[in-house]
């Protein structure tokens, strides 16, 4: 396999990264994606883009380029489906109360929108409650259904949540309430004692696709609850409400949750941001008006940087209820005054994040620490996580974020190779209580015990890290050849959309000239070149890079290797070809 040098040298020197990556070439077969691409009549390019995306035959293939809702698996391949939907049709038909209870995340209130929405057709008696983050803390909580409906006893469906909440369950089928749960989060070994449980990864489901987000899960439902009164007759005078319209919630919501964007996730959510152009969902709508203006239709990374972090703000800063009434409501004025609100708790939530972290990254740069463990005793415990990403993200070492005093509350975020469960459990005798994956975790902890905790962190984390190397990589799809023309590789880099999880945008890289080497914004921390490709040349531009990044850049000008992807960029009506820089090479000096 060729190496970044095969392709780059700099003037013959030894070169590293600016940001002090490992740039690293995604893997691909050569030989079989020649083969493809003669099959396919594609360019081996667009081949090796798809192979990397694990797309290792044709039908996969043109599944993925033409997704499509006829494609996606029939919800009866679920376990206990058909049973789910018969519960619910009965209770609603006897006038009970159908009580949905979300996540406080962006997951967990799309879902609840949704359900709320569908069942509206059912049954007037829908309520939906959503725990607090700072009271009731994560899952579902029996509280919250009798706070809403004191004294009588119908149905609880859960989304998003409730898989592990045995004794919840329990004392809710105690006082006479019957429960299904529908939860994609990993069944514990004792499953609640529910009526029903919905979840791909429950043993003996069959769903083909494990990786659903929550709302996937809640759209399952409805498609499930849709086809039996469908085969009943129950709309022969009316017409049956048309699914695809709720696929927009399902699109925000699985972007949202990180979930791998294949298979179902992306028929769904390509299929969520097509109806999001029409603006059914009026909370959406208002939600879209006072965020960053665009020109362009919905796409993943607008949920993921504009939309998702409104929504989270509530239950971040205050409660869920208020993400999760905008999203079901159908009033516009008060669509319009709930979106403002979100607004707000958004604009003092990135003001806080932006204290903490600059806090949190002073703290990070001098421990030298293997695992960081940091702690605020006045940060905001709904801020934590976002924190601990920031601080991963610069520091490439699992990192954990404590806030609070008595008893902390704490956020864990990993790296590749180290799993945050498994370092959590061999501490897991000092922690009060702790869960979450590999990835991410959180965990609570009695003040006392900070200082036992961090050395035993320590220790752990040096035995399972070993020689684990911290160097964070530069991930790079594809070289471009001076020849390649890069309107054609943005066309099929568009066809790849939505991009996330499981299928990330392309990452170019190349070696050019560069010239016009300037900085750019208030701040002067972005940086704006052009590029010249095929003897034409491009616009450029790479946030949050400074004097010292145009100083190397300018040092390199006429043959610079940088890593990028590539944009549209639509200012005033005009559409050009950008390029967005991640990185690029510079000498070695010392
Ligand atoms: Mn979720």
Redesign the pocket.
């Known amino acids: 396999m060729k190496t970044i040098n095969d392709y780059i040298a700099v003037n013959g020197l030894s070169v590293r990264s600016y940001k002090g990556r490992r740039w690293q070439q995604s893997r691909t077969d050569k030989e079989q994606c020649r083969r493809l691409a003669r099959k396919l009549l594609r360019p081996l390019w667009q081949v090796e883009l798809l192979y990397q995306r694990q797309l290792y035959d044709a039908g996969q293939i043109n599944d993925f380029i033409n997704p499509s809702l006829h494609n996606l698996p029939s919800p009866f391949e679920f376990k206990a489906m058909r049973q789910a939907a018969r519960l619910i049709r009965e209770m609603a038909a006897k006038g009970r109360p159908l009580v949905i209870v979300g996540?406080y995340?962006v997951?967990?209130v799309t879902s609840a929108a949704l359900l709320g929405r569908f069942l509206k057709h059912l049954s007037p008696k829908i309520f939906r409650c959503h725990p607090d983050r700072f009271k009731d803390g994560y899952g579902l909580k029996a509280r919250l259904v009798t706070d809403c409906c004191p004294d009588c006893q119908g149905l609880v469906i859960t989304v998003?949540c409730g898989i592990s909440d045995s004794g919840e369950v329990a004392s809710l089928k105690e006082s006479g309430w019957q429960v299904i749960i529908t939860d994609?989060h990993q069944p514990p070994p004792h499953l609640p004692k529910a009526d029903i449980i919905i979840n791909p990864w429950l043993a003996g489901c069959s769903f083909p696709f494990k990786e659903l987000?929550?709302v996937g899960v809640a759209f399952y439902l409805t498609m499930g609850v849709r086809n039996l009164l469908v085969a009943e007759g129950f709309w022969s005078k009316t017409e049956a409400p048309n699914l695809k319209n709720l696929l927009d919630l399902v699109a925000v919501g699985t972007v949202a949750?990180m979930v791998n964007l294949k298979g179902p996730n992306r028929i769904m959510v390509k299929a969520g941001l097509e109806i999001s152009g029409h603006k059914q969902n009026i909370g959406l709508r208002s939600l879209m008006a006072v965020s960053a203006a665009r020109d362009k239709p919905l796409d993943a990374e607008y949920i993921s940087f504009q939309l998702a972090p409104r929504l989270n703000a509530a239950g971040r800063m205050n409660h869920a209820e208020l993400a999760s009434e905008l999203l079901a409501t159908d009033d516009d004025s008060l669509a319009a005054q709930m979106a403002r609100s979100l607004d707000l708790e958004n604009s003092r939530r990135k003001e806080l994040t932006s204290q903490i972290s600059g806090q949190a990254l002073d703290i990070a740069a001098s421990d030298k620490s293997r695992c960081l463990l940091i702690h605020g005793r006045d940060w905001h415990e709904g801020l934590i996580g976002i924190v601990a990403s920031r601080v991963v993200d610069q520091f490439a070492r699992p990192v954990i974020v404590m806030a609070g005093e008595g008893q902390l509350r704490g956020s864990a975020r990993s790296i590749p190779g180290v799993n945050m469960y498994d370092l959590l459990a061999r501490c897991g005798d000092l922690l009060t209580t702790f869960g979450g994956h590999a990835a991410a975790a959180g965990m609570s902890l009695a003040e006392n015990k900070l200082p036992a905790f961090k050395e035993r962190l320590e220790t752990e984390a040096r035995e399972m890290m070993g020689e684990l190397d911290c160097q964070p990589i530069q991930a790079l799809d594809l070289y471009i050849n001076q020849d390649m023309d890069l309107k054609e590789l943005l066309n099929f880099n568009e066809l790849l959309q939505p991009f996330g999880q499981g299928n990330p945008e392309p990452i170019f890289f190349t070696d050019c000239a560069l010239r016009n080497i300037r900085l750019i914004g208030k701040d002067k921390n972005h940086l704006r070149f052009e590029a010249l490709f095929n003897h034409k040349w491009y616009k450029g531009i790479g946030f949050g890079l400074n004097k010292r990044a145009a100083q190397s850049l300018a040092d390199c000008y006429n043959q610079c290797a940088i890593a990028f992807n590539l944009r549209y960029n639509q200012f005033r009506g005009q559409k050009t070809i950008e390029l967005q820089l991640l990185d690029f090479l510079i000498p070695e000096t010392e």
Request: no cysteine; glycine share 22%; charged share 55%.
């Open positions: 996540d995340d997951d967990g998003d994609h987000a929550g949750d």
